[in-house]
């Protein structure tokens, strides 16, 4: 009986370039965007620009009781993806300097040496 040769289908792949943490700061970020509501409430901080929205219009704009307006910010919060602040007894939130280019670095693909 002859054998026949092995033949391999497929290049081999480069070594994984994220690391654990990376990839388990991406899974956190995923995770948060993962709802619906929060998308909608980076969507508003994104077109806010550099003002911060006051957590009562996410109230109105989501239709939902303020307890889970403040659930979703939380995710979103824990995530790194938005920055809480205090104004008297309201919080304001935008976007977290450098958060979405942090996931966009960590999604690139490798720069050729």
Known sequence: MTSLPVIQCCAPLGAARLSDDEAAELERVFKAL?????????????????????????????ELKQSTVSYHL????????????????????????????RVGELLAPPVAA
């Not at 909608?40 to 957590?55: H, M, P, Q, T």
């Open 34 to 62: 993962a709802d619906r509501h929060r998308v909608k409430i980076l969507n508003r901080l994104l077109s806010a620009g550099d003002e911060a929205v006051c957590v009562c219009e996410f109230e109105d704009m989501l």
């Open 74 to 101: 939380k995710q979103l919060l824990d995530a790194g993806i938005v920055e809480r602040e205090k104004r008297g007894s309201f919080a304001y939130f935008s976007v977290a300097p450098g958060a979405l280019e």
